[in-house]
């Protein structure tokens, strides 16, 4: 089973309070567009953990109820946000600065092999590439879009898989940024994060040149 983020899980806690419930009750307890409702709907359905029912109805088109299936009350229990967070903690009192820096550049490692790479010469063009990352973002359960900025383009993240580490400690973004820079071969700048306020977190993306 895919990995389920943290705003994942806070959708699905939604839902365990007030199901069943239709999209539209859902947009109002969680506060999103019916687009990201639908979104999260479609990939915890395809995972198993939310099932739906249809509403009776005499005309139009056919609406449903949602709920937690078995599986999904199960999720709800897991503790891995919690033990990120001790791991992250362990790595960051470890007082041998060489040791630390070493571990730190294997978790980054993990978030490039994770992304995957491009080969330079077949993948040279910057917007296929980008576009390539959001897609392999996505394919982890992340919200992701991509915008342009003049010439550039940006990558706005929705959704966090390490929410709970982040807010503890903001270096945990340094190295998805840094592992995005070394995904796409070119300069990657957080111009925006949700632990400051801002809405989404963006990644502004530069040439290499």
Not at 90 to 103: A, F, G, K, W
Not at 173 to 200: N, P
Request: aromatic share 4%.
């Amino acid at each position: 089973m895919a990995q389920v983020d943290q705003s994942e899980t806070k959708f699905l806690r939604t839902l365990q309070r007030v199901q069943p419930a239709t999209v539209r009750e859902l947009v109002s307890e969680t506060g999103v567009t019916a687009t990201a409702v639908r979104h999260w709907l479609t990939r915890l359905g395809d995972m198993g953990l939310i099932g739906r029912e249809a509403i009776k109805q005499t005309r139009g088109r056919p609406q449903h109820r949602y709920r937690l299936t078995d599986s999904g009350i199960r999720v709800l229990g897991d503790e891995t946000p919690e033990l990120a967070v001790l791991l992250w903690q362990e790595i960051q009192s470890i007082e041998d600065t060489e040791v630390r820096e070493r571990l730190l550049a294997r978790v980054k490692r993990e978030f490039v092999e994770r992304l995957g790479g491009f080969d330079q010469n077949e993948t040279t063009d910057l917007s296929q590439r980008v576009e390539s990352l959001r897609k392999r973002l996505e394919s982890r359960g992340l919200m992701a879009e991509v915008t342009l900025e003049g010439d550039l383009p940006v990558i706005r993240e929705h959704s966090c898989p390490y929410h709970a580490v982040a807010q503890i400690d903001s270096g945990i973004c340094d190295i998805e940024q840094e592992a995005f820079a070394e995904v796409l071969g070119t300069s990657v700048e957080l111009s925006a994060c949700r632990l400051d306020g801002h809405r989404c977190c963006e990644f502004q993306i530069g040439s290499s040149s």
